[in-house]
Each structure stands twice: as structure tokens, then as C-alpha cells.
């Protein structure tokens, strides 16, 4: 059964930055997402890597996020800077296609 476990996340100043943590298992050949749900909205992608490490971003968070990959490690990482109250959401990670279980998500609150 696959897995996806997610961490970093924390209360944040806004222009404030933060690093999320995903460690997957099974397959590394996924392209993988970071996607947020904030209160009341439904889930929206925000960034995604294929498993050569090409890169695809929400224009909200284009220039502000940066996602990466550990292929080695099974664990994908989202670089968050400049952050916004806008941002503020439970983030999740999972794969593009063939989505498996959703993991418990790490919630990031950007608030003064």
C-alpha cells in the first residue's frame, strides 16, 4: 500500500518562508504534486515534478515556490518564500495521475 507522509509545515510571518517534506513509497517513476486545500475551497494542484525532475507550477505561487525531488530518498520537498496569507491551506502531496490514499496533509498558517 502506498504511502504518503507529510511534514513541515507551521505558523508562518507573511514574507516568511517554509520547507515541506513528503516521503512516498512505491514506484519513483510518478510525477508528483504539492496541492492545498484551504478552508471552504476545494483542493488545487500547485506544483508538480515528473521523476527527471521537469518542473510545473500554479501561476499563484510561480516565482514564490519551488518544488524538488530526493528520487534516492523517496521524498519530495516544496521550497515555499514569500509567503502570503492567501497561502494559508493544508498541503498535501500525492501523484499527478493514479492517485493513491491521501495522507494526513501539514497545515501552513501564514498570519502576523
Known amino acids: 500500500q502506498v504511502q504518503l507522509v507529510e511534514s513541515g509545515g ?9 520547507r515541506l517534506s513528503c516521503e512516498f513509497s512505491g514506484p519513483i517513476f510518478y510525477t508528483m504534486g504539492w496541492y492545498r486545500q484551504a478552508p471552504g475551497k476545494q ?3 500547485v506544483a508538480a515534478i515528473t521523476s527527471d525532475g521537469s518542473t510545473n507550477y500554479a501561476d499563484s505561487v510561480k516565482g514564490r515556490f519551488t518544488i524538488s525531488r530526493d528520487n534516492a530518498k523517496n521524498t519530495v520537498y516544496l521550497q515555499m518564500n514569500s509567503l502570503k496569507a492567501e497561502d494559508t491551506a493544508v498541503y498535501y502531496c500525492n501523484r499527478v495521475n493514479n492517485r493513491v490514499t491521501w495522507g494526513q496533509g501539514t497545515q501552513v498558517t501564514v498570519s502576523s
Open 43 to 45: 483542493r488545487e494542484l
Open 10 to 18: 507551521g505558523l508562518v510571518q507573511p514574507g516568511g518562508s517554509l
